[in-house]
């Protein structure tokens, strides 16, 4: 114990915390032997600008069209960082992305962002391909439509969150990122979930550790028990399907309120240390949280066997969302 108090301080200056269309899971094997190998679209992209896009924590966007038969669409591409690898490693650690790469190209569903292939020439691995979403981020989008979204607006984002979990669990795939920046909405307002299962991946690469990462802006939406130090030195935390829950937590509350979790805090560390000491985001006075949600949410932030489950929170969400649009449509 003393050991992580004492990493803690060194490396930060704080203490640490001791339903849409879609394939069933069964079809997911099915399509294994049609889906062997990752769709190499080199050659077929083409950058709109020199520059990245936007530049994450641990991984670049660029905005780019892709050729395809004829058709010009519009891509994200995204690029890993990486430290300075020998040979044999860069060819461990890309097989190890193509892999996880795979699973994501068979997932199908209308909340999940589709992968379109993958690409060289942008970094030392193979970029991925997905598609472009104008309305950006859930962050981004709650900061420039939130004024204009309605309660039912608001719980149909949930819902399509909620769906596109619950579909990720049912295919035994944990997200291990859900953020606000993992949120895509595209141009008629649905949402989408994104960079599903690379949560671990970005950190082995780039050589850091799963809470350093979290310090590049994460750390609102991550679970606690993700943020506790590894006994044996070398030892990367495993984000979970109940560790997803908590972040669905956080999300909830972000688009309820439209601030991220925590914003009574500036700094990152700040809220590092309000994690240690057990502390939850506070409920804010306005825009008020109701009573039912307010708990619902604690739910998701509970202990870890303590949280419900995607199935249970996607219930619950589309309850709700089944309610308001009743009490809409009812005569007064």
């Given at each position: 114990?003393?050991?992580t ?181 595209s ?11 690379l ?84 409920r ?10 307010w708990s ?37």
């Amino acid at each position: 114990m003393l050991q992580t108090f004492q990493f803690w301080v060194t490396s930060f200056g704080v203490s640490p915390i001791s339903s849409p269309q879609s394939i069933p899971h069964s079809n997911l094997n099915d399509q294994r032997n049609q889906m062997d190998s990752l769709p190499d679209l080199t050659g077929q992209i083409n950058r709109t600008s020199p520059y990245a896009t936007s530049f994450g924590g641990l991984s670049d966007i660029w905005r780019c069209t892709w050729n395809k038969s004829g058709s010009i669409v519009a891509v994200a591409v995204k690029s890993i960082r990486s430290q300075a690898l020998d040979e044999d490693d860069a060819k461990k650690k890309s097989r190890r992305l193509r892999r996880e790469l795979k699973v994501w190209l068979r997932l199908r569903h209308d909340n999940i962002v589709p992968l379109y292939g993958t690409v060289s020439g942008f970094g030392q691995f193979v970029a991925l391909v997905c598609p472009w979403y104008d309305n950006g981020s859930l962050s981004s989008y709650l900061e420039s439509r939130g004024e204009t979204l309605s309660i039912i607006d608001r719980f149909q984002l949930l819902s399509d969150i909620s769906a596109g979990l619950q579909y990720l669990h049912s295919c035994s795939v944990v997200h291990g990122d859900l953020t606000g920046s993992n949120v895509l909405i595209s141009s008629d307002g649905r949402a989408h979930l994104s960079d599903f299962g690379l949560s671990v991946i970005v950190v082995e690469f780039a050589g850091t550790s799963y809470f350093t990462s979290a310090l590049n802006g994460t750390v609102r939406w991550i679970a606690p028990e993700l943020l506790a130090i590894p006994e044996e030195e070398g030892a990367i935390t495993i984000p979970t399907s109940n560790s997803d829950i908590y972040s669905f937590g956080c999300i909830f509350f972000q688009v309820l309120t439209g601030k991220a979790p925590y914003s009574e805090f500036k700094r990152d560390a700040q809220v590092v240390v309000a994690i240690s000491l057990g502390t939850k985001p506070l409920r804010p006075e306005f825009p008020t949280i109701i009573d039912r949600h307010w708990s619902f949410i604690l739910n998701c932030w509970s202990i870890e066997d303590c949280r419900p489950s995607s199935q249970q929170v996607d219930e619950y969400i589309k309850g709700q969302l089944h309610l308001l649009q009743h009490d809409t449509s009812s005569p007064d």
